[in-house]
């Protein structure tokens, strides 16, 4: 509903998708929709231009936490100093005397490989462990073309540093 809202009443509005644990004492994780209170605390690539966004290389979400919490969540990280600008620039916006702005970046990376098509039909991309699999199964492959293996990896960010990273499947 709030996406919703927000994209009639200002042009914007997002969800996200992400997963969690199903609880404390679990492996077993769950994916939940979660709202974007603030639509303008979302930034997206815009150079993006299908209406998916499927297109997009980049978008950060970020959002203020008060000075307790990051240092609760991120013990002995740089939560930086009482929000003066610093020698790398102004960090009014991120960093405060109460708070420190976090953000999710993500990026879309791209990779040269060589795929390849083999006698039966099926594909591989050059040197990966199925390519070994089917030259041991079928010989060489018929034929091969360029291309790019996208892998979308996600920061989480303080003004300072990154604080955490994953590539996300």
């Known amino acids: 509903d709030t996406a919703l809202e927000h994209s009639s009443g200002c ?46 290389r980049f978008a950060i979400i970020s959002s203020k936490v ?9 013990p002995g990280r740089e939560a930086g100093g009482d929000g003066i600008g610093t020698s790398t620039g102004d960090n009014s916006t ?8 976090i953000a999710e970046y993500y990026r879309v990376e791209h990779t040269p490989a060589k795929l ?18 089917l030259i041991a199964a079928e010989g060489d492959p018929i034929t091969h073309r360029q291309t790019f293996l996208r892998k979308v990896m996600w920061y989480k960010i303080s003004a300072f540093e990154v604080l955490e990273q994953a590539e996300i499947p």
Request: glycine share 8%.
């Open 94 to 101: 991120w960093v405060g005397k109460d708070y420190v702005r």
């Open 116 to 133: 390849c098509l083999f006698a039966s039909g099926a594909t591989a991309v050059d040197g990966s462990p199925d390519y070994r699999d």
């Open 66 to 74: 008060p000075r307790t919490e990051f240092e609760r969540l991120f």
């Open 11 to 56: 042009g914007q509005g997002y969800i996200t998708v992400d997963s969690e644990y199903a609880n404390d004492a679990t492996f077993e994780q769950e994916l939940v929709i979660r709202r974007k209170r603030n639509p303008l605390s979302v930034l997206i690539d815009p150079d993006a231009q299908e209406a998916d966004g499927s297109d997009m």
